[in-house]
Each structure stands twice: as structure tokens, then as C-alpha cells.
């Protein structure tokens, strides 16, 4: 009688398990849902408009950078495959600020800390699932110590800064968090 009860505990645990894991659709352990027959994503380059905006600066290199750290928090979260021309997942924008502005002040009346911010601004379309097509912005930010230049933290800023905002989209687009 015990040996029946632990047989039925095990098949319906079992069952359980099937039922939860098709309910929930193609799902990835990384937190992505991909729409079924989505094999594709495509990158197009985010051009660095930042420098038309009043009290942005234009840093050479952004739009390339940003755009490849994009591509990799893709291909290193999801088993998609990376195109450049008919992606069942597109993925572009533009870079519309980046600029630094004093966060607190001394006593002498000098910036003691400074911010770094990026925002970019992201198109999202979905071919297999329209509904989930979205533009939004984007912005995150770095503080630094005033006798710092930005040359000196440049590329933990943007590491920071980059890593945080290509989560966001992917969370936006693929996690719908």
C-alpha cells in the first residue's frame, strides 16, 4: 500500500512537471521567452546623435561600442543566432545623450562629484509576435569623483553603463520584466 501511494506521489509530480514546463511555452534559464520559430536577432548600428542635444558631448567610438555590447548580452543570453539583414528579432536606435553634469558640490562651491549619462533610445520589433514591438529610452548613469577626468574612468563608466541598459532592453524585449 505505502509502495502505491510513493508510485501515484512520483506521477503526479511527474505530471506536474509536463504541464508546467509546456504551459510555460519555449523559456530559457537566462529569464528569456522566445516566441516559437524564432531563430534570428539583428543589431542595426545605433548611430551617436547625442552630440545635437544641448549639454551633450559626442565620444567617438559610442555607437560601435554600444552596438556590440548589445549583440553580446543577445548571443550570450539567448540561443538565438545573430544576422544582419531579416532578424526575426530587430533591435535599433539611436545614442541621444551623453553628458556629464555636478552632483553634489564642496564647500568652495566645485563639483566634489560628477555624473556620466547615456540614453538611448531603442526600436524593438518582433516579426513573430507584433504585439510586443515597442520604442522606449533607455538611461543609466556612472558617478565619479570630480578630480577624476573622464578620460581616467571612460571605459568602467561605459562598461557599467552598457551593461546595465542592454539588460534593460533585454528584459523589456525577451524577459517582459
Not at 555590447?69 to 533591435?91: C, P, R, S
Not at 540614453?119 to 565619479?144: A, G, I, L, M, Q
Request: charge should be negative.
Amino acid at each position: 500500500m505505502a509502495q502505491k501511494v510513493k508510485y501515484y506521489r512520483s506521477a503526479l509530480g511527474i505530471t506536474m512537471l509536463i504541464l508546467l514546463v509546456q504551459a510555460c511555452g519555449i523559456y530559457s534559464f537566462t529569464g528569456a521567452s522566445i516566441p516559437a520559430g524564432t531563430e534570428t536577432f539583428q543589431v542595426n548600428y545605433f548611430e551617436n546623435i547625442a552630440g545635437n542635444r544641448p549639454g551633450s558631448t559626442i565620444e567617438p567610438g559610442l555607437d560601435r561600442d554600444f552596438t556590440l555590447a548589445l549583440q553580446d548580452i543577445l548571443i550570450n543570453q539567448t540561443n538565438l543566432n545573430l544576422t544582419n539583414t531579416n532578424g526575426d528579432l530587430v533591435f535599433e536606435g539611436e545614442i541621444v545623450e551623453y553628458g556629464i553634469t555636478p552632483m553634489s558640490a564642496t564647500a568652495q562651491n566645485t563639483a566634489a562629484q560628477n555624473r556620466l549619462t547615456i540614453t538611448v533610445n531603442v526600436r524593438y520589433f518582433n516579426v513573430k509576435r507584433e504585439e510586443d514591438n515597442y520604442e522606449t529610452r533607455f538611461s543609466f548613469y556612472f558617478d565619479y569623483p570630480a578630480e577624476q577626468q573622464l578620460y581616467d574612468i571612460k571605459d568602467t563608466a561605459h562598461g557599467e553603463i552598457f551593461e546595465r541598459i542592454t539588460q534593460d532592453i533585454f528584459n523589456a524585449s525577451l524577459a517582459k520584466w
